[in-house]
């Protein structure tokens, strides 16, 4: 019992570590919470943590699609950064016209939120396309599965990382989207329109050069 609770206290706590990293999931909520409040980012978190639910049921059963040499693999890293750079143009350029386009919908500077699908499908885009969640379970998963862990441990490790994934996200977004900072930082969403459409195509041009570089080597 005391090694269970050792593994657990280990897997928890590189989770958790991964999930104080800031990326493109993260600077997606703090935008969202800014321009909309912490209610709609909710949504948003859930795709998030949807997307993250997906990747550990594959690390659980082992799929090869998470391998990250593998062909499936480097086409979702193409993808995200594809989807990324997207993200990051159409934030500068809400920045600078005032609408941003963002799965067929157009946010404007009225800050009305968009449907609760476009939300979660924003959200779920992020989660999904990112590599990084997809190799960081596969390799927590890879090392459960080698010390022998068993399969309802496994699952166990699972639903709490997706607990507490929406829990942290729904977190920050409640911090961020509160009334009193969103008030305080009105005057300066342009600026963190550009700052985070830059930080996103910064995020995406660095996967497609890693990528490319495997490429190469192959």
């Known amino acids: 019992m005391a090694n269970a609770w050792q593994l657990f206290a280990v897997v928890a706590g590189a989770h958790f570590l991964a999930l104080l990293s800031p990326g493109p999931d993260f600077f997606l909520i703090i935008r969202s919470a800014l321009l909309h409040g912490w209610r709609p980012t909710a949504t948003v978190c859930l795709g998030i943590a949807v997307a993250n639910g997906i990747f550990i049921m594959l690390a659980i059963g082992g799929f090869a699609a998470l391998n990250p040499s593998g062909t499936l693999f480097q086409l979702l890293q193409a993808a995200g950064c594809l989807y990324l750079a997207y993200l990051g143009a159409a934030l500068i350029r809400h920045a600078r016209t005032g609408t941003a386009p963002l799965h067929g919908s157009a946010i404007t500077g009225t800050a009305v939120p968009p449907s609760w699908h476009r939300r979660f499908a924003m959200g779920f885009g992020s ?55 969103v008030a305080a930082m009105t005057r300066y969403n342009a600026l963190i329109e550009r700052i985070t459409g830059v930080i996103l195509l910064l995020i995406a041009a660095g996967g497609l050069w890693l990528l490319a570089g495997a490429l190469l080597t192959k």
């Open 127 to 181: 989660g999904i396309l990112n590599p990084k969640n997809a190799l960081f379970y596969a390799s927590l998963f890879s090392l459960l599965a080698g010390e022998h862990t068993p399969p309802t441990q496994q699952w166990a490790y699972g639903l709490w990382m997706f607990a507490i994934v929406l829990a942290w996200d729904l977190l920050v977004c409640a911090g961020i989207g509160h009334p009193a900072i």
